[in-house]
């Protein structure tokens, strides 16, 4: 971090996962099962987003990635 685009991010069990931009606006969203326990996500534009995770449990992580 920062990136060209591409961001892996070793992740283990069941999330769920949002990338949004500075701006609040929803870029990406899904669910990661975990089968690899590595979540790839690109992005096209160049900025500042957030990424963030919630598993199960309730539990959840806010990453800021940046994009060149």
């Known amino acids: ?5 591409e961001f892996n991010i070793s992740l283990y069990g069941e999330w769920n996962y ?3 931009d500075l701006m609040g606006r929803e870029i990406l ?7 690899n326990g ?3 996500i ?6 500042v987003y957030l990424l963030r995770l ?3 449990a309730g539990k ?3 990453q ?3 994009r060149k």
């Not at 690109?42 to 900025?47: I, L």
């Open 29 to 35: 969203s899904g669910n990661h099962l975990g089968q």
């Open 60 to 62: 959840s992580l806010t």
């Open 1 to 5: 971090n920062p990136s060209l685009g």
């Open 38 to 40: 590595v979540l790839t």
């Open 42 to 47: 690109n992005v096209n534009e160049a900025g």
């Open 18 to 20: 949002q990338l949004i």
């Open 64 to 66: 800021k990635l940046i």
């Open 54 to 56: 919630t598993n199960s």
